[in-house]
C-alpha cells in the first residue's frame, strides 16, 4: 500500500501571507478614498477620479503588467483580490483594473516585445488605461461574425468598421480591436491589432445610458480608414479569434471577483441593517427568516470566492484548458452576486428600494456581470462544450 504524505500544515488551501496583506491594505484603501464617492459616481454618472487617482498613486491600476515593463508582474489571483475589493464598495472603480486587463491581455499572451515597449509602460505608471473591442452591434454572443475589416497596404494595416459597449470607450489610449483580415477564413480570418486613441481615422461615439455601472464609460468605436502601423498586430494574422478567446479565459475570473466583491458589499450592508434594524420589539436579524437569508447569502460568496480564486490560480500556473473553470467561475459568482443583491434590497425592505442605501446600486451594478464577457448563456456553452467534446 502506497504511504500517504500528509501537509501538516494545512496551508493547502489558504492564501499566502502576501495576498492577505494586499487584501488588508486594498480594504483600508477602498474604504477611505474610493467608498465616500461611490454613491455621487453612481448619481452623477460621472467618472470616478478620486478611485483612479488612489489607485494609480498605490500602483493598483494595472498591477499585472510584468515587471519588465515596469509593472508589478502581480499574480492573476493578486489581480482578482484587488478587484474585489474596489467592486466591495463600488464597481464602477473596479472596471479600472478589470479593462486595464481585458484591454492588454492578449498582448501579454501573444503580442510582440515591440507592442509590449510601446503599450506597458504606459499603463504601469499610470499614464494610460487600456479597453477591449471584440463585440458589434450584430455580433455579440456570436462574436466570430464581425464585420469590421483590417486590410493590409503597404507597411500598414487599415481598419474600417464599429465596435459596441466597450468599456473605457473614449478613456483609454489604447484599444486591443478584433478585425477581419481573412473574411473566406471564418474564426481562422481574424486578427488582434492595436489602436492608439490619436491613431487617424480613429473616433469614439456617445457613452451608453446604462441600468448600473454609471461611473464606468461605455462606448461605441468608429475606424474610418483608420491607419495604424504594421507592427501593431498581436501574433501573425488569422490568430486573433482564438488570442480574443483565450484573453476571455484568462478575464472571466476577473468579472467572477468584480461579482463577489459586489456581494460581499451588498452582505456587509445587510449585516449592519439587520443587526439595528427593530420590528415586532426585536431586531429582525432575531427572526430565522432573515438568519437563514444571510447564512445562504455568505455561504454562496464564499463558494464563488473559492471558484475565482482556483480559475485564476490554474490561469497564473499556465494550465491549457481553462474554458471550463474560467466560465463556471464568472458564471456561478455572477448568479451569486444578483440573487445577493436582490435579497439585500429585500432584507433592507422600503429602504433598500431608495437610492439612500448602498443595496439598490449594488442591484443594478450586479446585473452587468451576468452579461458582459459572455452572457451566462454563452458560458454555460463554453462549459459544456469543454464537458462533451
Ligand atoms: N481559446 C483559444 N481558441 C479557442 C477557444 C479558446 N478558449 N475556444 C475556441 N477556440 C478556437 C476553436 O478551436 C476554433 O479554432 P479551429 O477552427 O482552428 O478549431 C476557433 O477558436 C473558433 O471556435 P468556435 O468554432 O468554437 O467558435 P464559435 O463561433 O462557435 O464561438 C463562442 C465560440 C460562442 C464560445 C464565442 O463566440 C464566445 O465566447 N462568444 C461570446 C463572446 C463574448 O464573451 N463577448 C463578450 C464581449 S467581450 S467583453
Not at 500517504?4 to 486594498?26: K, M, Y
Not at 510601446?118 to 458589434?136: N, R, T
Not at 455580433?139 to 507597411?155: E, I, K, N, P
Not at 463577489?260 to 431586531?283: E, N
Request: a negative charge.
Amino acid at each position: 500500500m502506497a504511504h500517504w504524505q500528509g501537509n501538516s500544515s494545512f496551508d493547502v488551501f489558504a492564501l499566502p501571507d502576501e495576498h492577505t496583506e494586499l487584501r488588508a491594505v486594498l480594504r483600508d484603501l477602498c474604504e477611505k478614498q474610493i467608498a465616500p464617492y461611490a454613491a455621487e459616481v453612481d448619481e452623477d454618472s460621472r467618472y470616478p477620479d478620486e478611485a483612479l487617482t488612489a489607485l494609480n498613486a498605490a500602483g493598483f491600476s494595472a498591477m499585472h503588467i510584468p515587471d519588465e515593463y515596469g509593472g508589478q508582474g502581480a499574480d492573476a489571483v493578486a489581480a482578482c483580490i484587488v478587484i474585489e475589493e474596489v467592486a466591495r464598495v463600488c464597481a464602477s472603480s473596479s472596471m479600472i483594473p478589470i479593462a486595464n486587463k481585458l484591454g492588454t491581455q492578449g498582448i501579454v499572451l501573444r503580442g510582440s516585445d515591440e507592442i509590449k515597449q510601446q503599450v506597458f509602460p504606459s499603463l504601469a505608471s499610470g499614464e494610460a488605461m487600456a479597453a477591449y473591442a471584440l463585440s458589434e452591434r450584430e455580433a455579440g454572443s456570436d462574436a466570430a461574425a464581425m464585420r469590421t475589416r483590417a486590410r493590409a497596404d503597404g507597411d500598414a494595416w487599415v481598419l474600417d468598421g464599429s465596435k459596441c459597449w466597450i468599456t473605457n470607450g473614449g478613456r483609454a489610449t489604447w484599444y486591443t480591436v478584433m478585425a477581419v483580415t481573412d473574411p473566406d477564413k471564418g474564426a481562422n480570418g481574424i486578427s488582434s491589432f492595436v489602436v492608439h486613441k490619436d491613431d487617424e481615422g480613429f473616433t469614439v461615439g456617445p457613452t451608453e445610458r446604462k441600468m448600473g455601472l454609471h461611473g464606468s464609460p461605455t462606448a461605441e468605436l468608429y475606424f474610418e480608414k483608420c491607419r495604424i502601423p504594421g507592427d501593431r498586430i498581436i501574433g501573425e494574422p488569422g490568430t486573433g479569434f482564438k488570442t480574443a478567446l483565450t484573453t476571455l479565459d484568462h478575464t472571466r475570473p476577473t468579472i467572477g471577483a468584480q461579482a463577489v466583491g459586489i456581494a460581499q458589499g451588498a452582505l456587509d450592508h445587510t449585516i449592519a441593517y439587520v443587526k439595528d434594524r427593530k420590528q415586532f420589539g426585536k431586531t429582525i436579524s432575531q427572526f430565522q427568516g432573515v438568519e437563514f437569508m444571510i447564512a445562504d447569502m455568505a455561504m454562496k460568496i464564499e463558494a464563488a470566492r473559492l471558484m475565482v480564486y482556483s480559475a485564476a490560480a490554474r490561469a497564473e500556473r499556465g494550465e491549457e484548458k481553462l474554458g471550463f473553470i474560467a466560465s463556471a467561475s464568472k458564471c456561478f459568482a455572477s448568479d451569486v452576486a444578483m440573487e445577493v443583491t436582490t435579497n439585500a434590497v429585500q432584507l433592507f425592505g422600503g429602504a433598500g428600494y431608495t437610492r439612500d442605501f448602498p443595496v439598490e446600486r449594488m442591484m443594478r451594478d450586479a446585473k452587468i456581470t451576468q452579461i458582459y464577457e459572455g452572457t451566462n448563456q454563452i458560458q454555460r456553452v463554453v462549459m459544456s462544450r469543454a464537458l462533451l467534446r
